[in-house]
């Protein structure tokens, strides 16, 4: 079982920026896709972004495009989202997944195509 454990979140005026990062408890997380999700308070949870085993292939939806990045690090075991230019529709608890499909692609968007998940952390966005 991997055990992901995220950092990062906070309060930030919209505009601003914050940096996730999620670290694996084991090595085999080089081999694996991972992504971000998040959910707001009354909504199900939203694919935001995903990223390949070896960095060569990122993956965002539409809503984040342009602001945030994926990206990660194999010697550390870990993750990081990079959010800039936030929005108060940004608002959520984010999560990290892995998806255990050794040197699989960066294109599973669904909640359901990833099998370990963080805790979640909070972000919020002020206007």
């Not at 079982?1 to 920026?17: P, T, Y």
């Not at 909504?43 to 809503?63: H, L």
């Not at 602001?67 to 870990?78: E, L, V």
């Amino acid at each position: 079982q991997v055990q992901l454990v995220e950092s990062g979140g906070g309060l930030v005026q919209a505009g601003g920026s914050l940096r996730l990062s999620c670290t694996a408890s084991t090595r085999t997380f080089y081999a694996y896709p991972w992504g971000w999700f998040r959910q707001a308070p009354g909504k199900g949870r939203e694919f935001v972004a995903a990223i390949n085993w070896s960095s060569a292939s990122t993956y965002y939806a539409d809503s984040v495009k342009g602001r945030f990045t994926i990206s990660r690090d194999n010697a550390k075991n870990t993750v990081y989202l990079q959010m800039n230019s936030l929005k108060p529709e940004d608002t959520a608890v984010y999560y990290c997944a892995v998806r255990r499909s050794p040197y699989g692609s960066a294109s599973y968007i669904g909640e359901y195509d990833y099998n370990d998940w963080g805790q979640g952390t909070q972000v919020t966005v002020s206007s």
